[in-house]
């Protein structure tokens, strides 16, 4: 149940162990300065005392030595792409601010040539306090790994987990300490363009992964030059934008924020994740950035978060036009109050904070307490030990080019891929083919397979495009022949001829089609899901020809391609599938990988079922049979249920599910039982399956919805090979937010469905929980 707002004295942050009372009342200030000092003259018994220190009393000495306006300071952050740049007033300005100990943090520096450039600037300050250097590091640095929504749609945590441990590595050794990611926002609305940086729709999934990106990032402990501080965001609910448009209001009720919206949130604060983002939108009325309720009662009260929240880019700004805050005065004594810790980039803080502290707006206790939070990430990091730690030039040229990054990326783009249709086992592709035409304006993309938010948009030269995957695949004995027909957008069908040329003269056709890569992302909005330009009608065309067309989808988001799900006997989404996605996308069309991946996301049929996911309620007046529409809750012009479901995804194999068994059918309140079934390969392929667990409460003091993802497992199998799967279900699986926001596992018989997607459920079993 929601706490309490916190006292006054909660919010100074943890208290040090007390020191010994003889030591005298300033025995710690000088200590402090003698070793701070002493280290950066490098003076090796001092600074070896010094680090040998607790953080806590080395944050507590440091405060004790600024002024009000070096703490106001801390919390500025800035972009700092002008300040590896020619001259200008920006550059040199806030230059000036960095080695006058202004600035805080810098965003949108790297490399070690600049960020040791720009550190130094720093520790010309009086009391030498280091930078933290963070970027946008999304789904890669220089490796490029697939969005987040792909990666997802693996449900393979260990997987998840790498990824974000190489980009972590890569960017760690280019002098980056702390990465704007995961985004853990619940999206339900593919309108909306940031679902491309998110896990999906699934609180429970969400959570798993937030989990598996924060260790990947962060690994066991903040410290290690292989990672860097990961950001949890955006605080919170942003997914659910109203209409899907960006940085629009959010009107949610208290039970859904705690039952879909946060659980992403505090498996992320669980994890240790180093900081939160708070974000754009509003929450019932009131700007994320400025929200008590969320910053200060939840995430630093109920959860006890000792992390520091980072505002999102002019946020606290942007309080002022949303018509909450009069001015950037305003503006700034709303978000301290509210927790928000550090200022990206609006400027309020730095020229408003100070004053407020002195005319009594803001109590001291707020400004110390933010500060001490990022001044602590700072000494885990180990920055005042060394502050160019992550800045040494033969570390950035190893890892850079060490070429397992890649084979990661590779293997978790064959991962991400989701096998949506393979009618007469139109693939893979075999050798018998002879000739196979690659068509579409995507066949030889490359800055569109990574997608958006990469770091590096400019350089290509390590993407491989499906062109280049499948010409080094298919080897000499098989003729590829190309043509683009139509590009991505436009109404030209001057290509269709060329396209239907090569087809006629091929035994199978891939047609790469999709989106670009700005087409979803943020401030990427759209209000038509289907496939862009006159791609589908080249897809018509081809498919006149009689020859099998295998279509390759590339997309951030869920797209709508009726004519294409109907009438092509195969289609692979690819999403935007990274550097590595060409030759990925080989291995998966000829089978040397065997796709096995889930969708995380519900695909609709059309945008007007939006939003849409499938946590569905029964209603007063379900529908009950197809076609029985008459009042009940029914579209009149289609149907209710998606085009693609979540959890959905085919393989080259089949596997059958069997044999249920729950080892306790009663429970008793705090009991657990095991459900476990045996899962077989009937196929004649080895492949990996999703095994996933979805329950029901049939009845409740709040409607449950049809189905709940509860648990997944996946299993790698062998032809003909068997496995036992088991699920734990205990209270936690069994219980929901009431009315009164209490976590409560209420008596009753649940439904327990054991299946291949959340619309294909092959077992069912009850369980019921006693008074």
């Known amino acids: 149940m929601p706490a309490s707002p916190p006292t006054t004295a909660s919010w100074k942050g943890c208290n040090s162990a007390p020191f010994p009372s003889f030591l005298p009342n300033n025995f710690l200030p000088v200590l402090y300065r003698r070793l701070l000092v002493s280290a950066f003259l490098l003076s090796p018994p001092l600074l070896l005392a010094a680090q040998q220190l607790p953080v806590e009393p080395r944050v507590t000495a440091l405060l004790q030595q600024m002024t009000l306006e070096e703490k106001v300071g801390q919390l500025n952050q800035y972009s700092g792409r002008e300040l590896t740049g020619p001259a200008s007033n920006r550059k040199t300005s806030l230059l000036s601010s960095i080695s006058s100990g202004q600035v805080g943090s810098v965003l949108n520096v790297k490399g070690v040539a600049d960020t040791r450039a720009i550190q130094a600037e720093a520790l010309k300050s009086r009391l030498k306090i280091p930078l933290l250097f963070s970027l946008d590091v999304i789904h890669g640095y220089q490796t490029v790994f697939p969005i987040p929504l792909a990666e997802a749609a693996s449900w393979d945590l260990d997987a998840i987990r790498l990824g974000a441990h190489v980009a972590a590595r890569e960017a760690a050794a280019s002098g980056i300490h702390w990465t704007f990611a995961p985004m853990v926002d619940v999206g339900r609305d593919p309108r909306w363009g940031r679902v491309m940086e998110g896990a999906g729709e699934d609180a429970y999934l969400g959570a798993e992964i937030a989990r598996a990106r924060v260790l990947g990032f962060q690994g066991e402990k903040l410290g290690g030059t292989d990672a860097i501080m990961a950001c949890a965001k955006h605080f919170a609910a942003y997914g659910a934008a109203t209409a899907g448009r960006d940085y629009n209001a959010v009107d949610l009720s208290p039970q859904q924020l705690w039952q879909t919206y946060l659980p992403p949130f505090k498996a992320a604060a669980d994890a240790g994740v180093a900081t939160f983002m708070n974000s754009f939108n509003t929450l019932n009325g009131i700007p994320a950035t400025g929200h008590r309720y969320l910053q200060r009662d939840i995430l630093k009260g109920q959860w006890n978060y000792p992390g520091f929240v980072v505002s999102d880019w002019g946020?606290?700004?942007?309080?002022?036009?949303?018509?909450?805050?009069?001015?950037?005065?305003?503006?700034?004594?709303?978000?301290?109050?509210?927790?928000?810790?550090?200022?990206?980039?609006?400027?309020?803080?730095?020229?408003?904070?100070?004053?407020?502290?002195?005319?009594?707006?803001?109590?001291?206790?707020?400004?110390?307490?933010?500060?001490?939070?990022?001044?602590?990430?700072?000494?885990?990091?180990?920055?005042?030990?060394?502050?160019y730690k992550f800045s040494d030039a033969k570390r950035e040229k190893r890892v850079l080019s060490d070429p397992q990054n890649r084979a990661a990326a590779r293997?978790?783009?064959?991962?991400?891929?989701?096998?949506l249709k393979n009618d007469n086992a139109t693939l893979p592709l075999t050798k018998q083919l002879r000739t196979v035409a690659l068509i579409g304006p995507l066949a030889k993309a490359k800055r569109d397979l990574n997608g958006s938010w990469t770091v590096d948009s400019q350089d290509t030269t390590r993407i491989t495009s499906l062109y280049e995957g499948l010409s080094q695949r298919a080897g000499k004995t098989t003729r590829l022949l190309y043509a683009r027909g139509c590009d991505i957008s436009g109404t030209s069908r001057a290509g269709f001829e060329q396209?239907?040329?090569?087809?006629?003269?091929?035994?199978?056709?891939?047609?790469?089609?999709?989106?670009?890569?700005?087409?979803?992302?943020?401030?990427?909005?759209?209000?038509?899901?289907?496939?862009?330009?006159?791609?589908?009608?080249?897809?018509?065309?081809?498919?006149?020809?009689?020859?099998?067309?295998?279509?390759?989808v590339f997309g951030g988001r869920p797209l709508i391609f009726n004519d294409i799900a109907d009438q092509a006997p195969a289609i692979l989404y690819a999403w935007w599938p990274g550097s590595e996605g060409g030759a990925a996308l080989a291995d998966v069309l000829y089978g040397d990988y065997n796709p096995a991946g889930k969708l995380p996301i519900t695909f609709p049929r059309s945008v007007g079922q939006i939003p849409l996911s499938y946590q569905v309620y029964n209603t007063g007046r379900p529908v009950t049979k197809p076609g029985d529409i008459r009042y009940k809750s029914a579209y009149i012009d289609a149907p209710n249920t998606p085009r693609y479901a979540f959890g959905y995804g085919l393989s080259y194999t089949s596997f059958r599910y069997s044999d249920l068994r729950i080892s306790r059918a009663q429970l008793q309140a705090g009991e657990s039982t095991q459900v476990q079934f045996t899962l077989t390969n009937t196929g004649k392929v080895a492949g990996e399956e999703v095994a996933q667990l979805y329950l029901r409460d049939p009845v409740a003091s709040v409607v449950r919805p049809l189905k709940e993802l509860k648990a997944f497992r996946k299993v790698y199998l062998k032809p003909g090979e068997s496995q036992t799967v088991t699920f734990t279900v205990g209270p936690d699986q069994l219980a929901f937010y009431n009315q009164q926001l209490q976590w409560v596992a209420e008596p009753g018989a649940f439904t327990l469905m054991v299946g291949s997607a959340s619309d294909d459920i092959r077992l069912e079993g009850t369980v019921e929980l006693r008074p």
């Open 499 to 552: 396209a239907v040329a090569a087809a006629n003269n091929a035994d199978v056709v891939v047609l790469a089609v999709g989106e670009s890569w700005d087409m979803s992302g943020e401030a990427k909005s759209r209000t038509d899901l289907h496939l862009p330009g006159v791609q589908e009608e080249l897809f018509r065309a081809l498919q006149a020809t009689g020859k099998p067309v295998a279509v390759v």
């Open 411 to 419: 293997q978790m783009a064959r991962k991400s891929m989701v096998l």
């Open 315 to 387: 946020s606290i700004g942007e309080m002022v036009p949303w018509g909450y805050a009069q001015n950037a005065a305003d503006a700034a004594q709303m978000a301290i109050t509210a927790g928000s810790d550090m200022d990206m980039e609006s400027d309020a803080y730095r020229h408003q904070l100070a004053q407020l502290v002195k005319d009594g707006k803001v109590s001291p206790d707020l400004l110390d307490d933010a500060v001490r939070r990022i001044l602590r990430k700072k000494f885990e990091l180990g920055l005042f030990d060394d502050p």
